[in-house]
Nanobody, 126 residues
Framework: QVQLVESGGGLVQAGGSLRLSCAAS????????MAWFRQAPGKEREFVAG????????DYADSVKGRFTISRDNAKNTVALQMNSLKPEDTAVYYC???????????????????WGQGTQVTVSS
């Protein structure tokens, strides 16, 4: 079992930056693709960014491309999401997710992930 704990959320003005972190514990981190999803009130959970086990491949939702960067440190069992040029529409609860041996074509589908964090709130004021 992998436990995921997110941190780094908060309140920021439009145009500002935040860095989210996800710490994994429990069984080995090896082989897990990682992703960030978000869910705004009244909306479905949506894919934000994904990264392969090696870190060599990444993917982003069109809405965050050029503004957000996902990265991972396998030695520390952590995944980060650097969010720049934040907009009010980025306001949501952000979730970290882990999926064992996931293919990149499935990164955008929540049900393919094995483990989820509890979420961290990001609020962007206009």
């Amino acid at each position: 079992q992998v436990q995921l704990v997110e941190s780094g959320g908060g309140l920021v003005q439009a145009g500002g930056s935040l860095r989210l972190s996800c710490a994994a514990s429990g069984r080995t981190f090896s082989g897990y693709a990682m992703a960030w999803f978000r869910q705004a009130p009244g909306k479905e959970r949506e894919f934000v960014a994904g990264i392969s086990w090696s870190g060599g491949s990444t993917d982003y939702a069109d809405s965050v491309k050029g503004r957000f960067t996902i990265s991972r440190d396998n030695a520390k069992n952590t995944v980060a999401l650097q969010m720049n040029s934040l907009k009010p529409e980025d306001t949501a609860v952000y979730y970290c997710a882990a999926g064992f041996l996931l293919r990149a074509t499935t990164w955008g589908t929540p049900k393919t992930y094995d483990h989820w964090g509890q979420g961290t709130q990001v609020t962007v004021s206009s």
